[in-house]
């Protein structure tokens, strides 16, 4: 199978948000996400995707039909849910590309589709004259009772691609866990990079 990988904005990317929305519910049930979502909160959370001149989504296609996508906005698209993280840093949220998350099925991984979301994503900030990027990942105990024995972190993807966790950088999410009855807060940590056009 050939992986198709292509920049979605505009009418593009808000007809691929419902399939971009069950890509999310299937994918991050896994570790370390475990998340118990349903397709009415996944149409609100990606409405802001709708809403935001400078989103966009990288899609990967087997044929016509959606199997990856990664996400992405200015990061003060976000302000509200990072300010408070970014707030003593010494940055300027209006300088920053957030790429937010990257799902793909676990049939299709390993052909480089992380490396095309990623290229494409960065292009993309540049392009729109952002000078870093960043996303955030989550934090979970080496302890926790449903971390697969096997689970390989990728720590060391993110770091071939240059990117680096900013120290005390945090943000805080709420949702529900699959072995859990309600939400509860999650911690994550930023991590950023110098585009290149402006390294």
Request: net charge negative.
């Amino acid at each position: 199978m050939v992986l198709r990988i292509e920049t979605l904005t505009g009418a593009a990317l808000e007809a691929a948000l419902d399939d971009v929305a069950r890509l999310r519910i299937e994918v991050f049930r896994a570790w370390p996400y475990l998340y118990d979502g349903d397709l009415a909160y996944e149409r609100e959370y990606l409405q802001s995707y709708r809403d935001s001149a400078g989103a966009v989504v990288v899609g990967a296609f087997d044929g016509d039909r959606l199997v990856g996508a990664a996400t992405g906005t200015p990061l003060t698209d976000h302000a509200d849910d990072f300010a408070a993280a970014f707030a003593g840093s010494g940055l300027d949220l209006r300088e920053i590309f957030y790429c937010a998350e990257s799902v793909l099925l676990p049939a299709y991984r390993g052909q480089g589709a992380g490396h095309g979301f990623f290229d494409l994503r960065e292009a993309h900030a540049l392009a729109l004259g952002f000078s870093k990027s960043a996303f955030c990942s989550v934090l979970r105990p080496d302890t926790h009772p449903l971390r697969p024995r096997d689970y390989a972190p990728l720590d060391p993807f993110w770091q071939k691609r240059g990117y680096v966790p900013l120290p005390g950088v945090r943000a805080e999410f709420s949702w529900k866990d699959l072995d859990q009855a309600d939400e509860t807060k999650k911690d994550l940590q930023f991590w950023i990079r110098d585009l290149p056009a402006h390294a």
